[in-house]
């Protein structure tokens, strides 16, 4: 089955630094790949997510890369605000059934 | 929309009694899933379910642990018997079917077994 390895768990920048998150898949027939954020005490929410046939998308302040042949895909976020800070999980699948990594908490100083 | 709802929102009981857990899934949606959240093994997913019909229960912990979900709209967890290690975040999640559909989470249910 699918594993999913997520680092670092922990990442603490300045306000206005950019953030990286990555994270690597073992089962090659994945093909969607989401990223959710949760808010201290507060439930996952979809912030972003890529599809296998799209090597990067981009939302704002936060983009997404996909590396299929290595297996592995980051989130990046730039110019941060303490308003990011929060728990972030990539997740990859094939079906219905997604496996989320460890999670990375992302503390951004002012 | 009420998005997914859950309930209770915390629940504390002793070890050995039952929990059941709520879930109202977002109208329209056609697979449901039941998370655990702890800090020692993140988020987990214990069972889902497609149309109504369990599809992958694998992440069941052990035979303490049954879902049902007899309609569209409503879904149970249940515990039983109750134990300590069990005290974690239960979240449920409903999407639209089909590989790569966004699953919305409802707010969770803290469970605390003493």
């Known amino acids: 089955g699918e594993n999913v390895e997520q680092h670092p768990s922990t990442l603490s920048v300045q306000e206005g630094d950019s953030a990286v998150i990555k994270c690597t898949y073992s089962?090659?027939?994945?093909?969607?790949f989401p990223w959710y954020k949760q808010e201290l005490g507060k439930r996952p929410q979809l912030i972003i997510d890529?599809?296998?046939?799209?090597g990067e998308k981009k939302d704002q302040r936060i983009a997404v890369t996909l590396n299929k042949t290595a297996k592995h895909f980051s989130l990046h976020i730039t110019e941060t605000q303490p308003e990011d800070s929060a728990v972030y999980f990539c997740a990859a699948t094939d079906t219905d059934k997604l496996i989320f990594g460890t999670g990375t908490r992302l503390q951004v100083f002012p | 929309d009420a998005g997914v709802i859950q309930s209770p929102r915390h629940e504390v009981t002793e070890m050995g009694q039952e929990v059941t857990l709520r879930c109202k899934p977002i109208?329209?949606?056609?697979?449901l899933f039941w998370y655990r959240q702890t800090m020692m093994r993140g988020l987990e997913l214990l069972i889902y379910?497609?149309?109504?019909?369990?599809?992958?229960d694998s992440g069941m912990p052990e035979d303490r642990f049954s879902a049902k979900m007899p309609n569209a709209s409503f879904s149970t967890l249940k515990i039983q018997p109750s134990e300590p290690r069990d005290s974690a975040v239960y979240f449920c999640?409903?999407?639209?079917?089909?590989?790569?559909?966004?699953?919305?989470f409802g707010p969770g249910t803290r469970l605390t077994v003493t």
């Open positions: 109208s329209g949606h056609n697979s």
């Open positions: 379910f497609n149309n109504n019909v369990p599809i992958d």
């Open positions: 890529i599809r296998s046939n799209v």
């Open positions: 999640a409903s999407s639209l079917l089909g590989q790569g559909s966004e699953q919305y």
């Open positions: 089962d090659s027939a994945s093909n969607y």
